[in-house]
């Protein structure tokens, strides 16, 4: 049974600093591995998508990387904001159309 | 802009009486997923549509149902609500098994 990890359960960073979100998963038989943003009370955000060929996706200020053999997920924040504030979570397609989630790292940027 | 809407947004029901919550989309995605996220947990998929084709999870109990009358509609049934189905319930939708695009969520209250 697929597991997601996802380390540190919270993390509170000065407004400039960069950061790493982790994430792992017990089985590498996946497709793809997606990132989302959650805010408090809302649905999900996407943020990247890493296909299970590739190494890394990047957006903006973040960036993701895939290493499916170690079965390990990072993204990274760079220069983080106050607005970066919030709940991120990762998810691994499995077959069938089906995401597993880690349960997320709760983010707080301090201004 | 194309985007995915759930109805309502915050919906109280009382324990034992059946209740519905509506997902419409207009992004003509295929697919469309239903999740529910308890309070400070990962989303579980509940069941999803592959066009027509409907595909419950295992572990999804009984009393909820999903009804898919066109590609744009999607609705959740809890037939008999009790208290634990209190959550967020999340709808989802992708192009075949692509990236997810999700709903703001309907917030279920049980008394």
């Known amino acids: 049974k697929q597991e997601v990890t996802q380390i540190p359960a919270a993390l509170s960073v000065p407004e400039g600093e960069n950061l790493v979100l982790n994430c792992s998963f017990t089985d590498s038989a996946i497709y793809n591995l997606q990132w989302f943003r959650q805010d408090p009370g809302k649905g999900l955000t996407s943020l990247l998508l890493i296909q299970s060929s590739q190494r890394e996706q990047t957006s903006g200020r973040l960036n993701a990387s895939l290493d499916k053999s170690s079965g390990r997920s990072t993204l990274y924040i760079a220069a983080s904001q106050p607005g970066d504030s919030a709940t991120y979570l990762c998810a691994v397609r499995l077959e069938g159309n089906k995401l597993v989630f880690g349960a997320g790292t709760i983010l707080r940027v301090k201004s | 802009d194309a985007m995915v809407i759930q109805n309502p947004r915050y919906q109280v029901t009382q324990f034992g009486k059946p209740v519905t919550l509506s997902c419409s989309q207009t992004?003509?995605?295929?697919?469309m997923y239903w999740y529910q996220q308890k309070s400070s947990q990962a989303p579980k998929l509940l069941f999803h549509y592959y066009d027509k084709d409907f595909n419950n999870e295992a572990d999804t109990p009984d009393n909820f149902q999903s009804r898919r009358p066109n590609t744009s509609f999607c609705f959740l049934d809890i037939r008999s609500p009790g208290l634990g189905d209190a959550a967020m319930y999340l709808c989802?939708?992708?192009?075949?098994?692509?990236?997810?695009?999700f709903g703001p969520g309907t917030r279920l209250t049980v008394l």
């Open positions: 989802a939708t992708s192009v075949f098994s692509n990236e997810q695009f």
């Open positions: 992004l003509n995605h295929n697919v």
